[in-house]
């Protein structure tokens, strides 16, 4: 747990429930700018021996009561000025995909949304909530104008489970967001570049596209970091804790007997790469564009020597999540801060949502 003293009054919370941790933070906004007030990460080890104890899983299923106490308990260390939330929706837990549609007015696309999203949502549409996003335009040689459309839909079931979560805990639930969003915010503003952004984090992994400043695709698969922990316990036989501290240590840079580690993960690791690489040329087949380069995020982008392995198998500049280049952070917090930066992107992602 992380925590440190308060110094701003005008704040808001963005708080990322994933499926083994729950991150909040408390961002301000001084003179513009957006600065990290206050911070807590408030993580469950109980999935490493017990695959099916998480907060909530790709099954769509969220444990209300364990999710409000554990809520409770970060909220009292954390100790925030404010109690307005934005919340993250995980991948799993949202249907999204890109529309290109006919240049119309927001009102008329407004009314086309519930019409698209019966193609693409696979329960009844009564049972979902659904927004979009205009994330492009074209004009074709004929001088027709045309829209890209980011359809989301978030079951309704899910929103009033977290309704209640966040009721229970004392917080008042302004937005839900889709992680994707909350990602591109923080983490490529308004750069143009066609990046493809790998979050991975412990029970699943979400491949996003950004092009243009905007989010354009997503998808998600449960080969994740608790994945590769699974993979060193159970090879070399040993307790999971040992191997998830062996893993951060050791990553794939091991030496000598050590890379045996390295040997054990890739597995895992090339399915995670095959299908972002699957997503990517699907991207670009569609839209004709190139990406250019690869950001980590997630707890399992700290994971030694992955950065450069994600590089030589994609061919693309890789880098590491890096979302306090665009929220300012306390002075005394600079020995930690690229440990911080792809942890906790998700919730400073939502967090200056709420200020915006």
Not at 171 to 183: N, P, T, V
Not at 244 to 272: F, H, R, V
Not at 278 to 283: C, F, G, N, P, Q
Not at 302 to 312: D, F, I
């Amino acid at each position: 747990m992380f925590f440190f003293n308060k110094i701003l009054t005008t704040s808001y919370l963005g708080v990322d429930i994933g499926t083994t941790s729950i991150k909040m933070v408390e961002v301000g906004l001084s003179a513009n700018k957006f600065r990290l007030k206050n911070y807590g990460l408030l993580e469950s080890y109980g999935h490493l021996e017990r695959l099916n104890d998480a907060i909530q899983t790709s099954s769509l299923k969220l444990f209300e009561r364990e999710t409000t106490e554990l809520l409770k308990i970060l909220l009292k260390k954390v100790n925030p000025y404010s109690n307005k939330v934005t919340a993250s929706v995980p991948a799993f837990s949202s249907f999204v995909t890109l529309l290109d549609l006919p240049a119309m007015s927001n009102s008329e696309t407004d009314k086309a949304m519930p019409y698209q999203a019966r193609q693409f949502v696979p329960i009844p549409i009564s049972e979902v909530a659904v927004d979009w996003i205009k994330v492009g335009e074209t004009i074709n040689e004929s001088g027709e104008k045309s829209q890209q459309v980011l359809l989301i839909a978030v079951p309704q079931d899910y929103i009033r489970k977290f309704q209640s979560i966040f009721k229970a805990a004392g917080l008042d639930l302004k937005f839900l967001e889709i992680e994707g969003l909350a990602l591109v915010r923080v983490l490529i503003a308004g750069d143009q570049t066609p990046t493809l952004i790998l979050d991975i984090g412990s029970r699943s992994t979400n491949i996003l596209i950004a092009d243009k400043g905007n989010l354009k695709m997503t998808a998600q698969t449960d080969f994740a970091g608790g994945t590769l922990t699974q993979a060193i316990s159970s090879s070399l036989n040993i307790d999971v804790r040992r191997a998830e501290e062996l893993k951060k240590q050791k990553g794939l840079l091991g030496a000598g007997g050590e890379k045996e580690l390295s040997t054990l993960m890739l597995p895992y690791l090339d399915a995670i790469i095959k299908e972002a690489g699957r997503i990517m040329t699907r991207y670009e087949g569609s839209c004709g564009i190139k990406i250019e380069r690869v950001i980590l995020s997630g707890g399992t982008a700290l994971l030694p020597g992955l950065q450069e392995y994600v590089s030589s198998e994609l061919g693309l500049t890789t880098i590491r999540a890096n979302p306090f280049s665009k929220v300012e952070y306390p002075e005394n917090l600079g020995f930690i801060i690229n440990e911080l930066g792809p942890m906790l992107s998700v919730a400073l992602g939502l967090g200056v949502r709420g200020l915006l």
